[in-house]
T-cell receptor, first 114, second 114 residues
Framework: DVKVTQSSRYLVKRTGEKVFLECVQDMDHENMFWYRQDPGLGLRLIYFSYDVKMKEKGDIPEGYSVSREKKERFSLILESASTNQTSMYLC?????????????FGEGSWLTVV | GQQLNQSPQSMFIQEGEDVSMNCTSS?????WLWYKQDPGEGPVLLIA?????ELTSNGRLTAQFGITRKDSFLNISASIPSDVGIYFCAGQTWLGGATNKLIFGTGTLLAVQP
């Protein structure tokens, strides 16, 4: 089975703090993704990566950055956390290629910024 | 960013009833996916559809890929309490090379009364 692990399930941070959300997958997937989930808005793509050291902006990249130094690990960084970044963050991974390669999700990281 | 129109937004039903939900888009997708998210967890893939017109079942779940490639529906027959959760549709596009991308619906919250 594909396993996508998000190391922090619940975090509470102060406004202005730097926040790291870590994600590791064990299936040697090339593609990795970070989404945020908010009520009524579904899942929105923040950043994705299709190879080590490669990154692409998603639909809502503002206020976030990412790092992919190793194939299995994709980190989401909030340089200066703000209250509007309180949300559930979901990491995902998939094989490369086109249609038919489904995406698998981690369990989510609940971030509260106070 | 682009989002899919998913309806209904929520459903409150009695155990044993059938459920139907759908997603529509202004864009064509190569693949349609349906995910279920249990409370406090990440989304888990239920059904993947790869061809226009395809009808696929997974136990009590049936999903169809619309002929126009712009819509999909999910039916759940004879609902049970463990069907409770948020259901998301997702359309998958191929960005070229090794990259695919999911666009999500806003979710359907399902509550089942025993």
């Amino acid at each position: 089975d594909v396993k996508v692990t998000q190391s922090s399930r619940y975090l509470v941070k102060r406004t202005g703090e730097k926040v790291f959300l870590e994600c590791v997958q064990d299936m040697d997937h090339e593609n990795m993704f970070w989404y945020r989930q908010d009520p009524g808005l579904g899942l929105r793509l923040i950043y994705f990566s299709y190879d080590v050291k490669m990154k692409e902006k998603g639909d809502i990249p503002e206020g976030y950055s990412v790092s992919r130094e190793k194939k299995e690990r994709f980190s989401l960084i909030l340089e200066s956390a703000s209250t509007n970044q309180t949300s559930m963050y979901l990491c995902a991974s998939s094989l490369p290629g086109g249609s038919g390669n489904t995406i698998y999700f981690g369990e989510g990281s609940w971030l509260t910024v106070v | 960013g682009q989002q899919l129109n998913q309806s209904p937004q929520s459903m409150f039903i009695q155990e044993g009833e059938d459920v139907s939900m759908n997603c529509t888009s202004s864009s064509i997708f190569n693949t349609w996916l349906w995910y279920k998210q249990d409370p406090g967890e990440g989304p888990v893939l239920l059904i993947a559809l790869y061809k226009a017109g395809e009808l696929t079942s997974n136990g009590r779940l049936t999903a169809q890929f619309g002929i126009t490639r712009k819509d999909s529906f999910l039916n759940i027959s004879a609902s049970i309490p463990s069907d409770v959760g948020i259901y998301f549709c997702a359309g998958q596009t191929w960005l070229g090379g090794a990259t695919n991308k999911l666009i999500f619906g806003t979710g359907t919250l399902l509550a089942v009364q025993p």
